[in-house]
Each structure stands twice: as C-alpha cells, then as structure tokens.
C-alpha cells in the first residue's frame, strides 16, 4: 500500500516568506508526528496529532511553527517569517495507533531558507 | 531525507561480513527502542524494534540486542551486502510520551 506522501519534496524560499507543508499520512493511521532534521544529526520531534487535535507541540521551536490536521487525514506545517535558521530537512510520520506503535515515516521536504 | 552524515562515525565492512552498529540511549524511562535506516534523500525506514521487557529480538538478517543496565542498544546485520549502505539511526520512547528520541547515527558502507 502507499506510504507517507510529502509535498512538495523540495522548497526554497527566500527569508521572511511564509511556507506551508503538506503531509498525506498512510490511510488509516491516527497518529501523525512533524521532526526535523538538519544535516548530520538524528531527527528531532516537533509536533503529534492524535486524530485532529495536537496532543504533544513541545517540539516547536517558537510561535513561528504551527501545525493543523483539521479532517484527521493530511497535515499541514506553516511557518512564519521563515529564518535561515529553520532550512532543514522537514519529516512527517504516521503510526496506526495512539502513539506508542512503529512510526512510518516519508521521504521529508526539504526546505532552504535563502 | 537529505544526505544525512557528512561528519557521522562511520563503520565499513566487506560485503558478507556481519556488521554490529552500536548505541547508548540517554532515559532510563524509555521502553520502547527501534532501528532505522537511512539512505540519502529518503526519510528513516524501519528496521527493527524491541521492548524493554526482552533483550533480544531477531528479524531477517538483523538482530537487535538491548541491555538495560548500562543503557545500550545494538543492531547486528548478518551477511552485509551492500544495499545495506546507509546511515543507522536508534529511536527510543518512554511510556509517558509519544515522541521518539532519535541518537546521532552512524554510517555504514559496505565494501564490494
């Protein structure tokens, strides 16, 4: 069956701009987490959504981060005011249940903040 | 992912040797541990996982051993071959979160 689907697969934008990222979680699973990832390193947690609502935004790293998932499905990460700061690669996961099972993870966006 | 592990610890093995990729996990709250892999421009794939009530559990061609007491985590790969060239990232999860905890990863190349 298809696997977490992320889009778009690359982004550039330029500092100061706003950016929407999609995540298309696999049918059926409930739970859906954001990391990120910069390069050389592990990810990092950024938000998990348990059904539509956001259980866990600990990983956030400031109100310029914000997530929704409003249908329980596909998700959305915007940022704001992007920062060079924020360029890395963004990861989506989904697992079927609340959280403690096997996290499946897609291929990420990569985004460069000019 | 993006080409993860510029500056990674590296492990380099001949192809058919077994390869043993090494971690330490940082809570001792966590209970639940799982292997990824990681090839350049993908996110982590699956490996393997194992909960902290076992200390070993075995799949195809991978085996992942826990020992509790000192906090360590370790993946064996029998027979590399060299599909199996990627970086290896341990997760960890403690009961009262969701979050996965990922360690730095480490590079493994497998020599043709």
């Known amino acids: 069956g298809a696997g977490v689907s992320q889009t778009p697969s690359n982004k550039v934008t330029e500092k100061g701009k706003y950016v929407e990222l999609r995540c298309d979680p696999i049918s059926g699973h409930t739970a859906l987490y954001w990391y990120r990832q910069s390069l050389g390193q592990g990810p990092e947690f950024l938000i998990y959504?348990?059904?539509?609502?956001?259980?866990?935004d600990s990983g956030l790293p400031n109100d310029r981060f914000f997530a929704v998932r409003p249908e329980g499905s596909v998700s959305t990460l915007k940022i704001q005011r992007t920062e060079r700061g924020d360029s890395a690669v963004y990861l989506c996961?989904?697992?079927?249940?609340?959280?403690?099972?096997?996290?499946?993870f897609g291929p990420g966006t990569r985004l460069t903040v000019l | 992912g993006e080409s993860v592990g510029l500056h990674l610890p590296t492990l380099s093995v001949q192809e058919g040797d077994n390869s043993i990729i090494n971690c330490a996990y940082s809570?001792?709250?966590?209970?639940?541990f799982i292997w990824y892999k990681q090839e350049s421009g993908k996110g982590p794939q699956f490996i393997i996982d194992?909960?902290?009530?076992?200390d070993k559990r075995q799949g195809q061609r991978v085996t992942v051993l826990l020992n509790k007491t000192v906090k360590h985590l370790s993946l064996q790969i029998a027979a590399t071959q060299p599909g199996d060239s990627a970086v290896y990232f341990c997760a960890e999860n403690a009961d009262s979160s969701y979050k996965l905890i990922f360690g730095s990863g480490t590079r493994l190349l497998v020599r043709p």
């Open positions: 809570n001792s709250a966590s209970d639940y």
């Open positions: 996961a989904s697992s079927p249940t609340s959280g403690r099972g096997t996290q499946y």
């Open positions: 959504f348990q059904g539509t609502g956001a259980a866990d």
């Open positions: 194992i909960r902290s009530n076992m």
